[in-house]
């Protein structure tokens, strides 16, 4: 009857065989959907460079996907793109030679899901850092919320590049449309971050809705500046911010102040044929929500990396 190594070496046998130390006694059994391959490594590496296989090999871990015999150790690793394993598997090694010197994006996050897998930064940090560094321009010169954006706080967060990290962060906290939200799209970010993002976001529109509010209840009840039908134009803007969603802490103003259905559209002619010339046409939302825009943009800087465990 065969045993489990019997079963595990003759399941393996005739896959195609990365070398990446000639004569290694560890044997990493790579399978994915699309690809099943053998990476042959050195034990000794492995263990001094990757707190992952450390705690499975050095202190004594065996789980179900490891088995040894006569000092071969095979171990499995699922899911990842084989081309970051290979990468990576060998910089811990010591090998260097064709080394990508600045991979594309999706390459640079399957990298950085490999290394964070293994626990591997402290070896590989100077060419991690210099993969970053080349793509800091490009990533800083952007304020657009995109798709990659969130991609981006993941390699900076596992790379632990602080410019990157919390330029991201910013861009997350200013145009967000509603809170923060990566526990299914990004499971790997800290809580405490997430939660750092959504203080300081809410924090802003506690303060900008209060601004809003105060210059709305100007508008709706104070003496006109030029006429009421103007102010109360201004006034159905507020209160369409307010019925967008986006500042959901914004109250709804005295519905005596309203008139019929004079507020459910903007009307922005102006009787006097001021146009353009208009203090409100230029800025309906008042010269204070916008200088306390300028200085609330400030708290809105992102969040420093955070502490490592």
């Known amino acids: 009857m065969q045993d489990s190594m019997e079963i595990v070496t003759s399941a393996v046998s005739g896959l195609p065989t990365t070398v990446i130390a000639p004569g290694g006694d560890a044997t990493l059994i790579f399978s994915s959907r699309q690809y099943r391959m053998l990476f042959l490594c050195s034990s000794e ?12 090999l050095a202190e004594g871990g065996q789980p179900h996907t490891e088995l040894m015999r006569d000092k071969k150790v095979y171990l499995t690793i699922n899911e990842f793109d084989p081309r970051a394993v290979e990468i990576i598997l060998n910089l811990i090694h010591g090998r260097i030679r064709n080394i990508p010197q600045n991979p594309a994006l999706l390459l ?21 850092t ?22 981006w706080l993941f390699i900076s967060l596992t ?43 809410e924090h802003y529109l506690n303060k900008l809705s209060t ?27 507020m209160i369409q911010i307010s019925a967008s969603g986006l500042l959901p802490f914004f109250e709804q103003p005295n519905p005596r102040c ?5 507020f459910l559209h903007t009307d922005r002619d102006c009787p006097h044929n001021r146009g353009i010339f208009c203090p409100n046409y230029q800025n309906p939302l008042g010269m204070d929500v ?12 992102g969040v420093n990396l955070p502490n490592q465990e």
């Open 211 to 237: 601004l809003l509010y105060n210059h709305h209840k100007r508008l709706s009840r104070g003496p006109p500046i030029c006429t009421s039908k103007c102010d109360k134009s201004y006034s159905n803007m």
């Open 290 to 301: 916008e200088n306390h825009l300028k200085q609330f943009t400030a708290l809105l800087c």
């Open 130 to 151: 210099s993969w970053m560094e080349k793509h800091k321009t490009s990533v800083l010169a952007s304020s657009v919320l995109n798709a990659n954006t969130k991609t």
């Open 108 to 128: 640079l996050k399957d990298l950085a899901r490999f290394c964070d897998y293994l626990q591997c930064l402290p070896s590989v940090e100077p060419f991690t």
């Open 258 to 262: 309203t008139g019929g259905d004079s």
């Open 45 to 56: 590496s492995l263990i001094s460079t990757c707190g992952h296989f450390r705690k499975k």
């Open 159 to 201: 790379f632990r590049h602080q410019q990157i990290f919390r330029h991201t962060t910013a861009i997350l906290q200013q145009r967000l449309a509603d809170r923060m939200d990566l526990t299914r799209t990004a499971p790997l970010i800290p809580k405490e971050t997430i939660r750092n993002i959504n203080t300081t976001r």
